[in-house]
């Protein structure tokens, strides 16, 4: 079975700094993807950024990057020049192989400071 | 540009009413998904839908009724609902679904809010 593990349920960063976000996993498939969704309080999941097993670059999109260490199990988020409109719930989330449907992590709420 | 949109934003009920959330999406996918989310939990798949025809119900008790009229349109029917019931209830589309989630980027719409009484 995958699962998805969220070590950090709060983080706290200034506004223009950059910040990692960890998401460790643990599958037994060849094949998955990851990915990351921002949570606003408003509630609209919004996807960020994908990185599939076999992709030998870290994926990026603008300002998010993820750092892939397939060996480590682990598909951190990175942030970089935090604004203030980046706090929010971030899940972490796995698909492929042998399951059927998305596995979530628990979350880390982000707190972006002035 | 991604966009699902989901109406109402906001539903209160009762036990004994009947109701309906709607989620439309306007990117040619042929999957769509209904979640359950409970406060500071994540996501819950309730139900899929691919090519229009219900591929996965994740046991949802019988007071949840998807349908999905066309390609474009998901609608959640609900009755008798209980309190426990009360939660955010997101929409999502994929461009497809082929039983794993490997490839498909599941977009979400801003979900409705519901509370039962």
């Known amino acids: 079975a995958q699962k998805i593990t969220q070590t950090q349920p709060g983080m706290f960063v200034q506004e223009k700094e950059a910040v990692t976000l960890d998401c460790t996993y643990d599958t037994s498939d060849p094949s998955y993807g990851l990915f990351w969704y921002k949570q606003p309080s408003s509630g609209e999941m919004i996807f960020l950024i994908y990185q599939g097993s076999y992709d030998q670059q870290n994926a990026t999109e603008g300002r998010y990057s993820l750092n892939f260490q397939k060996a480590r199990k682990s598909a951190n988020l990175v942030i970089s020049a935090s604004q203030l409109g980046d706090s929010a719930m971030y899940f972490c989330a796995m698909g492929g192989g042998s399951n059927y449907k998305l596995t979530f992590g628990k979350g880390t709420l982000l707190t972006v400071n002035p | 540009d991604t966009e699902v949109t989901q109406t109402p934003k906001h539903l209160v009920m009762g036990m004994t009413n009947k109701k309906s959330l709607k989620c439309e999406q306007h990117?040619?996918?042929?999957?769509m998904y209904w979640y359950k989310q409970k406060a500071k939990k994540p996501p819950e798949l309730m139900f899929v839908?691919?090519?229009?025809?219900?591929?996965i119900n994740e046991s949802v008790p019988s007071r949840f009724s998807p349908e999905c009229p066309n390609s474009s349109l998901l609608n959640l029917h609900l009755h008798a609902l209980q309190p426990e019931d009360s939660a955010l209830y997101l929409c999502a589309s994929s461009q497809a679904y082929s039983g794993t989630a490997l490839q498909e980027t599941q977009y979400f719409g801003p979900g409705t809010r519901l509370l039962v009484l």
């Open positions: 839908y691919s090519y229009e025809k219900l591929s």
């Open positions: 990117m040619g996918h042929r999957a």
